[in-house]
C-alpha cells in the first residue's frame, strides 16, 4: 500500500524556519516526481512546489522563491520542505503528494499544519 | 500561468441528481494534464479522474470527466450521499500546478 506521511509541521513566529519531511513507502519512490501542496484554513489547494526523480529538476510557486527548498533523498524514501522566512500567509496544511500520469497527483498524505503567528 | 475557473462556486442539487462541474481554463491546454479531484471535510484529496477523463483506480462510475481545450466538465451521474463534498480541476504545464478554486456540492 503506497503511504505518504508529513511530519515537522508545528507553530512558528513569522520570520522562523520549518523542515517538512515526507516519509514514503509502498512504491518505489525514485521513479516518481513528487510535489509538495498545502490549503489554508477553509480556503483552496496551492501547489507550492515540485521535484524530479533525480532532485536536478525543481520548480515553487512565485511566493516561495528564494525561501522555500524542496529535496529529496531517494536512499531514504525521503521528500522535504525546507520554510525559512515564513509569513502569516503560509499557515496552512501541507500536503505531500506524488505525480502520476500526465501529472496528475494522484496520492496524497494526511498533510501537516503549519501555522505562523506570534 | 495558466488559470482554472471553475462554475458554480457551489451547486445545490439532491440525492439521485445529476451533477455537471465546469473547469474553464485561461488559455487551450492538453487534456492529459487536466485532472480532477474530491476533498471531503478533514481529509486530504483524492484523484478523481486523470487525463480528463480516466477514472483513477477504486472511482466508481457515476463520475466521469470530459472535455478538451479550455471546457473541461466533471459528471457525477447519480449523486450519492457521500459525493455532496468540494472538489477540484487541476492542469499542469511547465513544470507548475494549479488548481480551480473549487465546487461545493450540496443538499438542496
Known amino acids: 500500500e503506497v503511504q505518504l506521511v508529513e511530519s515537522g509541521g508545528g507553530l512558528v513566529q513569522p520570520g522562523g524556519s520549518l523542515r517538512l519531511s515526507c516519509a514514503a513507502s509502498?512504491?518505489?519512490?525514485?521513479?516518481?516526481?513528487m510535489s509538495w501542496v498545502r490549503q489554508a484554513p477553509g480556503k483552496g489547494l496551492e501547489w507550492v512546489a515540485y521535484?524530479?526523480?533525480?532532485?536536478?529538476?525543481?520548480s515553487s510557486v512565485d511566493s516561495g522563491k528564494g525561501r522555500f527548498t524542496i529535496s529529496r533523498d531517494n536512499a531514504k524514501n525521503s521528500l522535504y520542505l525546507q520554510m525559512n522566512s515564513l509569513r502569516a500567509e503560509d499557515t496552512a496544511v501541507y500536503y505531500c503528494?506524488?505525480?502520476?500520469?500526465?501529472?496528475?497527483?494522484?496520492?496524497w498524505g494526511q498533510g501537516t499544519l503549519v501555522t505562523v503567528s506570534s | 500561468e495558466t488559470v482554472l475557473t471553475q462554475s458554480p462556486g457551489t451547486l445545490s442539487l439532491s440525492p439521485g441528481d445529476r451533477a455537471t462541474l465546469s473547469c474553464r481554463a485561461s488559455?487551450?491546454?492538453?487534456?492529459?494534464?487536466l485532472h480532477w479531484y474530491q476533498q471531503k471535510p478533514g481529509q486530504a484529496p483524492r484523484l478523481l479522474i486523470y487525463?480528463?477523463?480516466s477514472r483513477a483506480t477504486g472511482i466508481p462510475d457515476r463520475f466521469s470527466g470530459s472535455g478538451s481545450g479550455t471546457d473541461f466538465t466533471l459528471t457525477i451521474s447519480r449523486l450519492e450521499p457521500e459525493d455532496f463534498v468540494v472538489y477540484y480541476c487541476?492542469?499542469?504545464?511547465?513544470?507548475?500546478?494549479?488548481f480551480g478554486q473549487g465546487t461545493k456540492v450540496e443538499i438542496k
Open positions: 503528494t506524488r505525480a502520476g500520469t500526465g501529472a496528475s497527483l494522484d496520492k
Open positions: 509502498g512504491f518505489t519512490f525514485r521513479d516518481y516526481w
Open positions: 521535484i524530479n526523480q533525480e532532485g536536478r529538476e525543481k
Open positions: 488559455q487551450s491546454l492538453s487534456s492529459s494534464f
Open positions: 487525463g480528463s477523463s
Open positions: 487541476q492542469q499542469y504545464g511547465g513544470s507548475s500546478w494549479t
